[in-house]
């Protein structure tokens, strides 16, 4: 926490001046770990190697602090949120870490489990809870739900759970449905202040923007030096983005799928995978 104050001091005064408004397009979890996934990509391909270009060729856009500024301005972020939440929704710094990875673990056992290639209600049940909870903050509120909504589904398929993995722990199902009551019951005696939790979520998001925009650079940076690499591009790009939008898609090709079969039309055939390696992945 100490490394995380002198971080947050660092940037408190640099981000004072910009916008205010939450930047985020992705849950923040997701925001962090990209970001500190950013932040390697510069370090790994700062130098060249070989044939490879390297970073280091921009350096005038891109300087060789970007990726210890990126990590730090992640320690600040962290604080800021920190901070806010214990003022808004202290729950969450108690529970909150336990909370996500439970989610994370039944998401994780069930999306393995219905990745079989066959279609049935659980799958468009699993789909319809990962759409809602896709934009979830911190706040208790929505851990609670995701809690429920993921012990809920589990448990309806906790004997094929186990069977998929004979390492899955059914009593997180218990645990989840736990920690949502506690959740839900701490947040309602909370009663914050308005002024002190408006002012502490004013310097988060300004602490975004500078998360925001650096990572945007790194990305804007190394879809021109390795233009001709697509591969690495790749690797800085928001897997998180790709999911949802394969998602998305396969999400629209089944709605018209279904409204084909209702009016009498035999399903399209998926369109085959692009092969084009001309654009640069987003």
Known sequence: MAKQG???????????????????????????????????????????????????????????????ELLSIVHAVQEAQTRL??????????????????????????????????????????ARIKEFHAQDGQRSSALSQALRDYAGLAESLKDRLVEADEEFDVRLIAEARKLAEDLQRRALETAPEAGASAAAATIRNQMLHLLVDRVAAVRKTAAHVFRRHPEIVREVTSAYERRRR????????????????????????????????GGQPS
């Open 6 to 68: 002198k971080d947050y001091d660092r940037w408190v005064k640099a981000a004072e001046t910009g916008r205010t408004d939450n930047p985020l397009k992705v849950p923040y979890d997701v925001a962090v770990r990209e970001a500190v996934a950013a932040a390697a990509f510069v370090e790994k391909y700062w130098e060249p190697d070989g044939d490879r270009p390297g970073l280091k060729r921009v350096k005038s856009r891109l300087p060789a602090s970007t990726s210890e």
């Open 85 to 126: 939440l214990l003022i808004i929704d202290p729950a969450v710094t108690d529970v909150g870490e336990r909370a996500r990875f439970v989610v994370d673990e039944l998401e994780s056992a069930l999306e393995f489990l219905l990745d079989d290639d066959v279609d049935e209600p659980a799958d468009a049940q699993l």
């Open 246 to 277: 394969v998602a998305a898609r396969r999400e629209k090709a089944r709605k018209a799928a279904e409204v084909g079969q209702a009016n009498g039309k035999p399903a399209a055939a998926p369109a085959a995978p692009s092969t084009s390696t």
